[in-house]
């Protein structure tokens, strides 16, 4: 049914009802029931609009029709977030097992992905704030956020670079090595400049997505691990995102800070930068001097 069309027919009866009714293009029926159908469909539109309760006369007195908004969820989905996380978050919050959105995330097609995301969801659930219906299936809940990823992608030109999978692989370690979004653009110019130089990356935070741990910090028997996120053992960046960057982080790969640093050590909430290996040294002796546990 065409509820446009349908409330503009029902309007013009009601402003002149001498006027011969225009040809039929729905099932015959009366005037007075096609009026409250239309009523009846204006009330959901407005009901799903306004997200409020509107109750309508119904074509019988005593049966009034009310129209009800179907309920809805909010859930957070947080920057430098896995893809595992995300499952988990989400089966707590809508209900569904975490199996069902890992099986939902297979389909890269139906959800949307980019061709250059190469079937993965890691690195393309955008981060941000949804509201879904109680009825949304994983699938779909996982398309909206690869449909706000791509919204974003697209406000930031990515997919105009030569290789926009780098960008988002860089981006995720962007956003998983970088305390504050301040520090974003700087560490992705040390991952630009090492990439250039030919240097190895050297990330924590690459190997531990590698071995499927959380936290800071490897071992030396860690870096010895196989693996290709290893980027201890492997040269350039690791075979695809490690993370859900966010808008700052993809912006930062993007568009890193300009510098000629090489190294960063981590402080309690921040970062500092060096140059040169002596420099590096210098930060990682005055950090293991200074710093005590939280």
Known sequence: MNVENLLRETLAEMADEQAPPPPARFLPQRPARRRGVALAAAATVVALAVGGTVTVKALSP?????????????VTIKEGWRVSSLFDNLSRVIGEPT????????????LGLPP????R??????????????????????????ARFRETADELGLASRRDPLDVVIIASIVQAESPTEADMPKVA??????????????????????????????????????????????????????????KAALKAALHPAEGTWLYFVAKRDTLEFATSE???AELTAKYLHTFTPA
């Open 116 to 119: 250059y995301a190469k079937g």
């Open 121 to 146: 969801l890691e690195g393309f659930a955008h981060p941000g704030t949804y509201s879904f219906a109680e009825s949304a299936t994983p699938a779909e809940i996982l398309a909206a956020t690869v």
């Open 189 to 246: 110019r040390v991952i630009h400049n090492r990439l250039a130089r030919g240097m190895r990356l050297q990330l924590d935070s690459t190997l531990l997505y590698g071995l499927g741990r959380y936290g800071v910090g490897v071992t030396v028997e860690d870096t010895k691990r196989r693996s290709p996120y290893n980027t201890y053992r492997h040269d350039g960046l690791p075979p695809g995102p490690i993370s859900n960057p966010g």
């Open 62 to 74: 005593e049966a009034p029709v009310v129209v009800r908004p179907e309920p809805t969820r909010s």
């Open 99 to 110: 199996a069902s959105f890992a099986r939902a995330a297979k389909d890269g097609r139906a």
């Open 278 to 280: 002596k420099e590096f």
